[in-house]
């Protein structure tokens, strides 16, 4: 037991990179946390944080052991949840992380909220590369393929990309005819936080046609703001179909060089591969199936697919 206390002490701090913020999470003073792992220390013969007075970081052999220890703790959740009552409602702490897509994301994670109001969510809404198991995320949603082989996957639904402006705009500046003519246009562009490039137009091009290098009238790091200043009429934007279908339905919006452009992406919700899913991850995982997008109901009943490295 000694043992085992000293393994949940090492994680804690490893993942807060303080004993202070352990020994909160664990119930106990960080004299304690400290105490526990320095026993541990001592027992391995081993170092397993660098510390000082501004950090504490994981030694190689800390990082090492890290990854050990985190499995053993994951086996022992998995067995007490194989042993618990599976028809209890779901319940406890979440920790996911969301793309910054808020209008899309909200609206199913407030209907989550009052349909599970015993699952506590801690929420991280990003479009960064996060590493689900070391940073401890129970589950994200992202587009794209994961590649890592410890991770599993569901698809949730498709989306396009299209290019739209106002009414407004197109009556004063023109309507493009061909992927050239964005060159005497206002381009909206959104430029990836965690990366800084912009992101593509899905332009389609005929033989020997060049994809002009667009002008960016403005730059952004998130499509939501792009979607009101493309209503005010101050250019083109680039962006995915379930932020503007409203807009083009009530006609603030109209799509400009619809058969020029060509593109599909996917929503897919990802999560740490495990015999054994908590129940509030499996309600979790459901839910979004069914709400997040309407393509996202034909997927239901698939099972999740296991994604090998490229």
Same mark, same amino acid.
Request: with cysteine; net charge neutral.
């Given at each position: 037991?000694?043992?085992?206390?000293?393994?949940?002490?090492?994680?804690? /701090?490893?993942?807060?990179?303080?004993?202070?913020?352990?020994?909160?999470?664990?119930?106990?003073?960080?004299?304690?946390?400290?105490?526990?792992?320095?026993?541990?220390?001592?027992?391995?013969? /081993?170092?397993?944080?660098?510390?000082? *007075?501004?950090?504490? *970081?994981?030694?190689?052999?800390?990082?090492?052991?890290?990854?050990?220890?985190?499995?053993?703790?994951?086996?022992?959740?998995?067995?007490?949840?194989?042993?618990? @009552?599976?028809?209890?409602?779901?319940?406890?702490?979440?920790?996911?992380? +969301?793309?910054?897509?808020?209008?899309?994301?909200?609206?199913?994670?407030?209907?989550?909220?009052?349909?599970?109001?015993?699952?506590?969510?801690? /929420?991280?809404?990003?479009?960064?590369?996060?590493?689900?198991?070391?940073?401890?995320?129970?589950?994200?949603?992202?587009?794209?393929?994961?590649?890592?082989?410890?991770?599993?996957?569901?698809?949730?639904? /498709?989306?396009?990309?299209?290019?739209?402006?106002?009414?407004?705009?197109?009556?004063?500046?023109?309507?493009?005819?061909?992927?050239?003519?964005?060159?005497?246009?206002?381009?909206?562009?959104?430029?990836?936080?965690?990366?800084?490039?912009?992101?593509?137009?899905?332009?389609?091009?005929?033989?020997?046609?060049?994809?002009?290098?667009?002008?960016?009238?403005?730059?952004?790091?998130?499509?939501?703001?792009?979607?009101?200043?493309?209503?005010?009429?101050?250019?083109?934007?680039?962006?995915?179909?379930?932020?503007?279908?409203?807009?083009?339905?009530?006609?603030?919006?109209?799509?400009? +060089?619809?058969?020029?452009?060509?593109?599909?992406? *996917?929503?897919?919700?990802?999560?740490?591969?495990?015999?054994? +899913?908590?129940?509030?991850?499996?309600?979790?995982? @459901?839910?979004?199936?069914?709400?997040?997008?309407?393509?996202?109901?034909?997927?239901?009943?698939?099972?999740?697919?296991?994604?090998?490295?490229?």
């Amino acid at each position: 037991m000694d043992s085992l206390s000293g393994i949940l002490a090492f994680v804690q /701090v490893a993942e807060t990179r303080s004993f202070s913020d352990a020994g909160r999470q664990l119930g106990v003073s960080s004299s304690a946390v400290g105490k526990s792992v320095a026993r541990m220390e001592e027992r391995l013969e /081993v170092r397993l944080f660098h510390r000082s *007075t501004r950090s504490v *970081t994981l030694t190689a052999e800390g990082a090492l052991f890290l990854e050990r220890c985190r499995r053993i703790l994951a086996e022992i959740a998995a067995a007490e949840l194989e042993l618990a @009552d599976t028809r209890a409602a779901p319940r406890g702490k979440l920790r996911i992380s +969301l793309p910054l897509v808020s209008g899309l994301m909200m609206p199913v994670l407030t209907a989550f909220m009052h349909r599970y109001p015993d699952i506590e969510l801690d /929420v991280d809404f990003s479009d960064r590369l996060v590493d689900i198991v070391e940073e401890g995320f129970d589950a994200v949603v992202r587009t794209g393929e994961p590649v890592d082989s410890r991770l599993v996957s569901r698809r949730l639904g /498709v989306f396009e990309l299209v290019l739209v402006a106002s009414p407004d705009y197109l009556k004063r500046r023109g309507v493009p005819e061909k992927p050239a003519d964005l060159l005497g246009h206002a381009c909206l562009q959104h430029k990836f936080p965690t990366t800084g490039r912009f992101e593509p137009w899905p332009l389609r091009l005929l033989p020997g046609e060049v994809l002009p290098e667009l002008p960016a009238t403005m730059i952004c790091n998130t499509t939501e703001a792009l979607v009101q200043v493309a209503q005010a009429g101050l250019g083109i934007a680039c962006l995915p179909d379930f932020m503007v279908q409203e807009a083009l339905r009530r006609g603030e919006l109209c799509r400009v +060089l619809e058969s020029c452009t060509e593109h599909q992406g *996917t929503f897919r919700v990802i999560w740490p591969s495990s015999k054994y +899913l908590a129940p509030k991850l499996r309600v979790f995982i @459901d839910f979004l199936g069914e709400r997040l997008l309407s393509s996202g109901e034909a997927e239901r009943g698939k099972g999740p697919e296991n994604k090998k490295p490229a």
